[in-house]
């Protein structure tokens, strides 16, 4: 299944339900609030995390939330990256019909596609203690203990953001930070297509994902729940949320080429 912007999702505004009540979970204001959405189309990951950002942005409280996902093929480029750092031409772009685009977040140029973890926390980090800096600390460390319980030792390149392993890059941190509400994350690859990989210089060698690594299946849902896990401890949530899907997405049917 694959998920994308519900049709009563209106741009700009903060959207209740019908009952009036704001999309956050009634139980626990201290807490993590988790969505766990699968393939996601990549302007509805963007929508979504600006609504939950103007939300979470009028409270008071630790509250957070963390949409975790995958998203179809396209290349996205941060502000550290350049139109130099894509290795195909626009005419191969345009025969894999793949989108690229360019972000206002930290962080190089990325392909993302199925087979790599998006983990998107939208988190007050001025109320949880946390600098710029040390938030992107954080991110990556949760990539590199998530990455050690699948046996793939990894560590953060310094002053870039990225997950490397021995033989390349296994991920990137790459975040922006509005009125002290963060946005965008870390990504993992765990099992994308290795054909997708060379599409881009991450700046740190080659591309490689925990299936490489291991020469071995590497099953999504269990990093999923190390990254989750990891996070909500490193932030100190002693209260975790868990839902599937989220009430602005809709499913539907697409299929995702691999061509």
Known sequence: MFYCLAPDAVVGINVMFATGQPLWNASGSQGLEVHLLGILDFDAALVLQGRLANELRDRDDRRGVCLVCEHPPLITVGRDGSREDILCDPAELTARQLEVRWLERGGGCLMHGPGQI????????????????????????????????????????????????????????????????????????????????RLVDAGRGRQSSLAIERQAPIGASAVRESLVRHLARELGYERVHLFTGHPLLKRTRKVVAYA
Do not use: K, M
């Open 118 to 197: 998006a983990l998107y926390p939208i988190l007050p980090i001025d109320r949880l203690g946390c600098t710029l800096a040390g938030y992107r600390d954080l991110l990556a460390r949760v990539a590199c203990l998530s990455s050690g319980e699948q046996r793939v030792a990894a560590e953060v390149a310094p002053a870039t953001g990225s997950i490397v392993c021995r033989s390349g890059q296994l991920g990137q941190v790459g975040v922006s930070v509005r009125s002290g509400i963060s946005r965008h994350g870390v990504f993992l690859n765990v099992c994308p297509w290795p054909d997708w990989l």
